[in-house]
């Protein structure tokens, strides 16, 4: 079935970095714009980053614009986010979810289960 | 940027109709997504594109939209509707894309 599988979350300190890959199954991987969400302890959504299906276009939100890095390999069905300059507030449970629609943005029709990142020293 | 505002909390008894709203300026020239996360569970898309249903979905969720106003509608509501609940809408210009969230509503089943 149609599935996303984060991986790579952990406790980090302050200033470092970390990897999240998601392993996507069940569908053209190739063909969908992909995000990543993130969710505060006890908070609402927040969205990250965006990728186009073909790795061409990325989009950031200002408060991880310069820090975080969207990629995917297409041949391994797989996004990922590299996170450097880590601070207390990225602490989050991290989606990742596949846009319903070939072409837009939006909405999301599949999530993730999600990966925990701690940020703390 | 664009803020959507959500109420915190609704509660409705079982059997009756929960309404759950979200506003921004003029929302209703945009296309407006509304997903259902339960507790340690990611979210669920229930509706999208302002009214319509993904597969799955029970006919109990409705959505609208107009002005400065969109509404997810629960009808019937029972117990395993409880959950948070949030809108989303896409705000782009010509220097910017972005993916907007509202801060969310709980949903209480009294």
């Known amino acids: 079935q149609v599935q996303l599988v984060e991986s790579g979350g952990g406790v980090v300190q302050p200033g470092g970095s970390l990897r999240l890959s998601c392993a996507a199954s069940?569908?053209?991987?190739?063909?969908?714009?992909m995000h990543w969400v993130r969710q505060a302890p006890g908070k609402g959504l927040e969205w990250v980053a965006f990728?186009?299906?073909?790795?061409?276009?990325?989009y950031y939100a200002d408060s991880v614009k310069g820090r975080f890095t969207i990629s995917r390999d297409n041949s391994k069905n797989t996004l990922y986010l590299q996170m450097n300059s880590l601070r207390a507030e990225d602490t989050a449970v991290y989606y990742c979810?596949?846009?319903?629609?070939?072409?837009?943005?939006?909405?999301?029709?599949?999530w993730g289960q999600g990966t925990m990142v701690t940020v703390s020293s | 940027s664009y803020v959507l505002t959500q109420p915190p909390s609704v509660s409705v008894a079982p059997g009756q109709t929960a309404r759950i709203t979200c506003g921004g300026n003029?929302?209703?020239?945009?296309?407006v997504h509304w997903y259902q996360q339960k507790p340690g569970q990611a979210p669920v898309l229930v509706v999208y594109d302002d009214s319509d249903r993904p597969s799955g979905i029970p006919e109990r969720f409705s959505g609208s939209n107009s002005g400065n106003t969109a509404t997810l509608t629960i009808s019937r509501v029972e117990a395993g509707d409880e959950a948070d609940y949030y809108c989303q809408v896409w705000d782009s210009s010509s220097d910017h894309q972005d993916v907007v969230f509202g801060g969310g509503t709980k949903l209480t089943v009294l």
């Open positions: 979810a596949k846009s319903l629609f070939q072409l837009q943005w939006l909405p999301f029709d599949i």
């Open positions: 003029n929302i209703g020239s945009k296309s």
């Open positions: 990728i186009r299906y073909d790795g061409s276009n990325k």
């Open positions: 069940g569908f053209t991987f190739s063909s969908y714009g």
